[in-house]
C-alpha cells in the first residue's frame, strides 16, 4: 500500500507530488501518467515509484486527481469496479477546476470521501495558496493527516466549497497577474536606465517585501499604501499615474473574468 498516489503528473501534479515528497518517504509516493515516461522521470528524480491509474487506484490512500476538467469523466470511469471493491479508508483529492466535489462522486461511481483543492504554481517552491474543502464522507483524523501531507505545499486554507471558484479566480489564476506586474515595474526601471537582470530582481524582492508586511502587520494595503506616499513626493505621483492607468479596475476586472470563465466551463 502507498500513502499518496498522483494520476496526472502536469506541472501541479508534478509541483504537489514533489512538495509530498519532503513530507514522506517519497517510497510511499506512486506516479501515473498518460505518457509512461513522464511519470517515470519525475519517480526517478524523487524517489518514487510509478505505475498505472488502476494500479493508484487500488494501493493508494490518497489519489490525488491531476487531469483537465474534460478529461476527469473519462478517467475515472475504468476506476469504478477497483474503488468499489476497496473495503480500506481512501480519500480521492481532485484539482480540477469548475468540477465540485459532487461530480467527483459521480464521475467514481460512489460517495466517496473528496478533498477539493485549488493550488497554483508557488506550490512548487513551497509557496502555494491552497485552498480546499472536503466531502462530508472525510474523518477528522483523515481531514488531519491531509494538511500533515500538505505542509511543505505552502498555506492551506479550508472554507465553503461554493467559494472555492471566487478563490481560485484570485490565487489559482493570480500569478499570472502578479508576474504581468513584476515585468511592467522592471520594464519601467529599464526605461530609466537600470540594466534588466537588477530592475527584475527589485520588482521581485519589492512586491515578496510588500506582501509580507500586510500578512505580518495585519494593516489594510491603503493604510500602508498612505505610508510611503510623502505629500508632494515621487511615489504619490506614481500612484497617480497607476490610478489614471485603470490598474486597480483592471486588477478587479481580471479576477472577474477568470471567474466568469470557471462559471461557463462549469454549465
Excluded at 517585501?209 to 510611503?228: F, I
Amino acid at each position: 500500500m502507498y500513502t499518496a498516489g498522483f494520476i496526472g503528473c502536469g506541472n501541479m501534479g508534478s509541483a504537489i507530488a514533489t512538495a509530498v515528497s519532503k513530507v514522506i518517504d517519497p517510497s510511499q509516493i506512486l506516479l501515473a501518467n498518460k505518457t509512461a515516461a513522464k511519470a517515470e522521470a519525475l519517480a526517478s528524480s524523487l524517489g518514487c515509484q510509478s505505475g498505472s491509474n488502476e494500479h493508484i487506484a487500488e494501493n493508494c490512500t490518497y489519489i490525488f486527481l491531476g487531469v483537465k476538467p474534460h478529461m476527469m469523466a473519462d478517467m475515472l470511469a475504468p476506476l469504478r469496479p477497483i474503488l468499489q471493491k476497496r473495503t480500506d479508508p481512501f480519500v480521492l483529492v481532485t484539482m480540477a477546476a469548475g468540477l465540485s466535489i459532487a461530480d467527483i462522486q459521480s464521475f467514481a461511481g460512489g460517495t466517496y470521501p473528496v478533498i477539493r483543492i485549488m493550488p497554483n504554481t508557488p506550490v512548487s517552491i513551497g509557496k502555494g495558496m491552497i485552498q480546499a474543502c472536503a466531502s462530508p464522507e472525510v474523518e477528522g483524523n483523515i481531514l488531519q493527516d491531509f494538511q500533515n501531507l500538505m505542509a511543505a505545499c505552502g498555506r492551506l486554507d479550508f472554507l465553503p466549497e461554493n467559494l472555492i471558484d471566487a478563490a481560485s479566480a484570485l490565487s489559482g489564476c493570480g500569478p499570472a497577474y502578479v508576474y504581468l506586474f513584476i515585468e511592467a515595474l522592471a520594464d519601467g526601471a529599464v526605461e530609466c536606465g537600470l540594466p534588466r537582470q537588477k530592475a527584475l530582481d527589485y520588482a521581485c524582492q519589492t512586491l515578496i517585501g510588500s506582501a509580507s508586511l500586510v500578512l505580518e502587520t495585519g494593516k489594510h494595503p491603503g493604510q500602508l499604501k498612505d505610508a510611503v506616499c510623502s505629500p508632494g513626493g515621487t511615489t504619490i505621483a506614481g500612484v497617480h499615474a497607476l490610478e489614471k492607468g485603470g490598474l486597480r479596475c483592471a486588477a478587479m476586472d481580471a479576477v472577474k473574468a477568470a471567474y466568469d470563465k470557471t462559471k461557463k466551463v462549469i454549465q
